[in-house]
């Protein structure tokens, strides 16, 4: 059941309807994943929707049927484990709980993150787990506006009016830094995140800040993209070893991108740890099985995993409770993948 009363200003299926130049019904059944819509008509309503900010009538639609005891969680892939991780959490979180997961994923399409959320809030779901980079903060308004339950996972709101789960990233980069500057690593690469991300801004910080704090010029040309991707910290360490006077460490933002940086390091005919260090971020299980075993940061993914359905389910039962945003600790876990650097001839 859908409503057509606009309330403060939000989009309506109607609304919807009249951009995409189709019926409401036709909205509501691409909107609620009904199979026999024609591409291009659903493409159209996908696109008017994400234009729009819409998201149900949470009060309407709790007319009709009440609670589903589903939530939804919106994820950007499953190859990797650091989502896995996050899931393996959220999953054992809601075994204890009357709910059920209903998982989508938007296979990396840069943009749809938004268009996703609204299929998932149009299936029935009563709240919303995001683990996804990058959702406007025009979709988070609206969501709001329609008091529809929903947790940020390893993000934050830049106004602070979400709830949300996150970990100490700025600490994490900071100690990560530290740790090779003690070991007497003086050249020190930083391969970044995502470009737009809290996570990628707070570690890229904590590495300059440790810098500093030590008395270390900061290098611009150390400083690489890697975009979280196993090939984009290959990618970005194959930058670093083509400078003349290359690093002797190397922080990844996080593990994935470290196994990259460890491939190109191997490709050029070094080693790690004795001719270059590597360390990374998240503390994924891959990153005590890999050789040599790596050195990094751990975040307590299942932990993020199981506060976010707690956060999430707070706001279910209790509309109108406060939005809390709750940061958990990382620290460091010293493996295999670093050392103290050799004395290279100049």
Known sequence: MFTNEKKSGAPTIYDVAR???????????????????????????????EKLGYVPNQQARGLAGGRSNMIGVLVPALNNSYITEILRGIDEALSDSDYNLLLYTTHRRRGKESTYAATITNSGADGLLLVVPLIPASYLATL??????????????????????????????????????????????????LAGLASTAERLHGF??????????????????GGFTEQGGFDAAQALLDQSDIPTAIFAANDLSATGVIDAIRQRGLRVPQEVSVIGFDDIPQASLVYPKLTTVRQPLDQMGRKAVALLLEQIEQRGADKRQLTLETSLVIRDSCAPPLQRNR
């Open 144 to 193: 709001r506006d329609q008091n529809f339950p929903y947790v940020l996972v390893d993000q934050s709101d830049p106004n602070a009016g979400s709830a949300s789960i996150n970990t100490t990233n700025w600490q994490g980069a900071y100690d990560a830094t530290a740790y090779l500057i003690e070991l007497g690593h003086r050249r020190i690469a930083f391969v970044s995140g």
């Open 19 to 49: 951009e995409a130049g189709v019926s409401y019904s036709t909205v509501s059944r691409t909107l609620t994943g009904y199979a026999f819509v024609k591409l291009s008509t659903r493409e159209k309503v996908l696109r008017a929707a």
């Open 208 to 225: 300059q800040d440790a810098l500093a704090d030590h008395g270390l010029p900061l290098e611009d040309t150390l400083i690489v993209e």
